[in-house]
């Protein structure tokens, strides 16, 4: 009987350290499910970031998009800048003053030429009896350049002007307009 309750107690300790076993063996296969998981979704969201760019990034770096909005704004002034230079320089080449000159019988426009190929069919004259638009444009074709030059400028008369007596002359490389006004 000795040798059957050894032999019970080694049963029931072996079914015991089986049944321990298999928890452990249940605990350690859940780990590393788990942890095979995690890793996984850690390499599919580092290679993510490396090719397609960390979604936070933004975040952790706020200088770098300040100085790089920043340096935009600064090539938008610079060349806001060089288009200022550009028209002053213009107008250095091809000024135009047009300015009005009364006197008892009217008014006296005279308009330089120079800036439209001496030529006064590139200057268009607009006159209402209250009113004066005058438009030119002209172009330069060069071997490596092309250049258009225009120009718009409107004048509103406190008297009315005799639009059917209006006189149109060239002196040299000047174009003179006359305009009388009304009797």
Same mark, same amino acid.
């Given at each position: 009987? $000795?040798? #059957?309750?050894? &032999?019970?107690?080694?049963?029931?300790?072996?079914?015991?350290?089986?049944?321990? *076993?298999?928890?452990?063996?249940?605990? *350690? =296969?859940?780990?590393? %499910?788990? *942890?095979?998981?995690?890793?996984?979704?850690?390499?599919?969201? $580092?290679? %993510?970031?490396?090719?397609?760019?960390?979604? /936070?990034?933004?975040?952790? &770096?706020?200088?770098? @998009?300040?100085?790089?909005?920043?340096? !935009?704004?600064? $090539?938008?002034?610079? /060349?806001?800048?060089?288009?200022?230079?550009?028209?002053?320089? !213009?107008?250095?080449?091809?000024?135009?003053?047009i300015k009005p000159l009364?006197?008892?019988?009217?008014?006296?426009?005279? =308009?330089? *030429?120079?800036?439209? @190929?001496?030529?006064?069919? #590139?200057?268009?004259?607009?006159?209402?009896? #209250?009113?004066?638009?005058?438009?030119?444009?002209?172009?330069?074709? @060069?071997?490596?350049?092309?250049?258009?030059?225009?120009?718009?400028?409107?004048? =509103? !008369?406190?008297?009315?002007? #005799?639009?059917?007596?209006?006189?149109?002359?060239?002196?040299?490389?000047?174009?003179? =307009?006359?305009?009388?006004?009304?009797?």
């Amino acid at each position: 009987m $000795d040798e #059957n309750n050894n &032999r019970h107690d080694y049963d029931r300790e072996h079914h015991e350290l089986h049944h321990v *076993l298999g928890w452990v063996k249940v605990l *350690l =296969i859940s780990f590393a %499910a788990f *942890l095979g998981a995690y890793l996984a979704t850690y390499y599919i969201v $580092d290679q %993510a970031r490396h090719t397609h760019g960390y979604p /936070f990034a933004r975040f952790e &770096r706020p200088n770098k @998009d300040f100085m790089a909005q920043r340096r !935009l704004y600064e $090539d938008f002034n610079r /060349f806001e800048r060089d288009a200022l230079m550009m028209d002053k320089e !213009l107008m250095a080449k091809n000024p135009v003053k047009i300015k009005p000159l009364k006197d008892n019988e009217g008014y006296k426009i005279c =308009i330089n *030429l120079k800036p439209f @190929d001496d030529n006064e069919k #590139n200057i268009k004259v607009d006159i209402k009896p #209250n009113r004066v638009n005058i438009s030119g444009q002209s172009g330069k074709v @060069d071997k490596n350049n092309e250049s258009e030059f225009s120009f718009a400028q409107s004048f =509103i !008369l406190p008297e009315t002007i #005799n639009v059917s007596k209006v006189k149109k002359e060239r002196k040299g490389h000047k174009y003179i =307009i006359i305009l009388p006004f009304e009797d």
